[in-house]
Nanobody, 123 residues
Framework: QVQLVESGGGLVQAGGSLRLSCAAS????????MGWYRQAPGKDREFVAA????????YYADSVKGRFTISRDNAKNTVYLQMNSLKAEDTAVYYC????????????????WGQGTQVTVSS
């Protein structure tokens, strides 16, 4: 399977920006897409964004569309989440995830997960 390590979380003021990174290692050839989920206290885990490794098609949740950008560096096996115009509602633990098939991507049922990185937006 793929091992995922997130970094880049922290404390930022509302309106600010933050970039999260997710480094993939192991059997990276088996992954189909990479994405980000988040979970805030008292809320369900929420899909944020995803990107196809091969062709770079992106997907975004309505709540972040226009503010967040997902990208990937294939040579580095790394996925990034650029978060701009951050709001207090964006405060959550952000998890990097890997999908191994188009089915997992479409169903938003990803197969591998990182440890998570805390993002806190102060208002």
């Amino acid at each position: 399977q793929v091992q995922l390590v997130e970094s880049g979380g922290g404390l930022v003021q509302a309106g600010g920006s933050l970039r999260l990174s997710c480094a993939a290692s192991g059997r990276t050839f088996s992954s189909y897409a990479m994405g980000w989920y988040r979970q805030a206290p008292g809320k369900d885990r929420e899909f944020v964004a995803a990107i196809r490794w091969s062709i770079g098609i992106t997907y975004y949740a309505d709540s972040v569309k226009g503010r967040f950008t997902i990208s990937r560096d294939n040579a580095k096996n790394t996925v990034y989440l650029q978060m701009n115009s951050l709001k207090a509602e964006d405060t959550a633990v952000y998890y990097c995830a890997a999908a191994y098939s188009d089915y997992e991507l479409i169903k938003r049922d990803f197969g591998s997960w990182g440890q998570g990185t805390q993002v806190t937006v102060s208002s």
